[in-house]
């Protein structure tokens, strides 16, 4: 951790101990803030983030990654599997900022064969944005027999959100958005902008069933009260600096293959920040990630006016 990062921690312990109950107990991350006019230009060319401090990545040597459901006893190999992750933020227009960084010895798009359950190759991320915690699903939660079903989908994802992000999109009758895979909600308009961005923010160089190297860019903004049926209805959160959310990553490997390999190996391994087994529907199994000022000295490393230039004709010339 940062000197930076662990001030601010700190300042922000003191301010309320309960900002700090979510999961690794007492760790904070720190969400890179992006300027509106230095916003990473979501293009799959992930180059931008190379300014982000060294201590706001977290990557699957990380030890507080844990793999757990399909696979108990599988060990970190680089060889296998190797992720980075980051966060930022911008304040103007209220968005959260991800980048995934991956290698995969074995890419797999197929869902397992099942065509559900989020079992392919893909990230959930889960954005508690006022740091509210609990039970955001209500299955999860044991109570979904004594709510309507109507209550239920507006339970379901109504304090916390979360999406299997996958590219390229797979789309199928219960998943019509395809690459924000909001899988316990009937919302049908969430993935697209100026709500999260986006689908083609992708490079992959790999086949399924082969090996892959993947980088994606994308955002989403937050909602204190998510209503399935529309924006309108829905109370988006205002991002302000020095904020604590709560995040919850889980990433999965699916390393099936094609059916017809010699060596199919049919397991599913989901890798986990703070490994609780319950951040599918469990915002108190979330960590926190706290919403760092602007770093002048790490801005100053992109492009100047003049050399963005000459590196806009290769990366997109209007960053969305």
């Known amino acids: 951790m940062s000197k930076k990062i662990a001030v601010l921690a700190a300042i922000m312990g003191l301010v309320s101990s309960s900002a700090f109950a979510h999961i690794p107990e007492g760790t904070v991350y720190g969400a890179f803030q992006w300027p509106t006019d230095k916003l990473p230009v979501l293009d799959g060319d992930i180059s931008e983030w190379d300014v982000l401090p ?31 992750f980051a966060m930022g933020w911008n304040d103007e227009l209220d968005r959260i900022y991800y980048v995934f960084d991956r290698f995969d010895d074995v890419w797999d798009r197929d869902a397992g064969g099942i065509g559900c359950c ?26 979904s027999g004594d709510l309507s079903e109507e209550e239920v989908k507006l339970y379901n994802g109504g304090q916390t959100q979360t999406s299997h992000y996958r590219w390229p999109p797979i789309t199928s009758g ?28 992708f490079k992959l160089d790999g086949v399924h069933g082969a090996e892959a190297n993947f980088q994606a860019e994308w955002y989403t903004i937050g909602w204190d009260d998510f209503n399935w049926q529309g924006p309108e209805l829905s109370t988006q959160h205002d991002f ?15 390393d099936n293959g094609p059916e017809d390999a ?59």
């Not at 079992?119 to 044991?142: K, N, P, R, T, V």
């Not at 302000?240 to 699916?254: H, K």
């Open 262 to 320: 010699e060596d199919r190996n049919p397991w599913t391994a989901k890798w986990t920040l703070g490994g609780q087994s319950d951040i599918f529907g469990n915002a108190g199994s979330f960590s926190d990630f706290v919403l760092l000022p602007l770093d002048e000295a790490a801005l100053a490393k992109l492009p100047t006016a003049v050399e963005n230039d000459s590196w806009g004709h290769i990366k997109a010339s209007v960053a969305r």
């Open 54 to 84: 060294a201590e706001v990545w977290i990557d699957s040597d990380n030890p507080d990654i844990i793999v757990g459901e399909g696979d108990v006893g599988r060990e970190k190999d680089r060889s296998n599997l190797f992720f980075r």
């Open 118 to 143: 989020g079992q392919d190759d893909s990230i959930e991320i889960g954005l508690d944005s006022d740091h509210s915690g609990g039970w955001f699903h209500a299955g999860g939660a044991g109570i």
């Open 240 to 254: 302000v600096e020095l904020e604590i959310v709560g995040a919850g990553l889980q990433i999965v490997d699916n």
């Open 174 to 201: 219960s998943d019509p958005n395809g690459w924000s895979w909001f899988w316990m909600s009937s919302s049908t308009w969430h993935g697209d902008e100026p709500y999260q961005c986006c689908s083609d923010s």
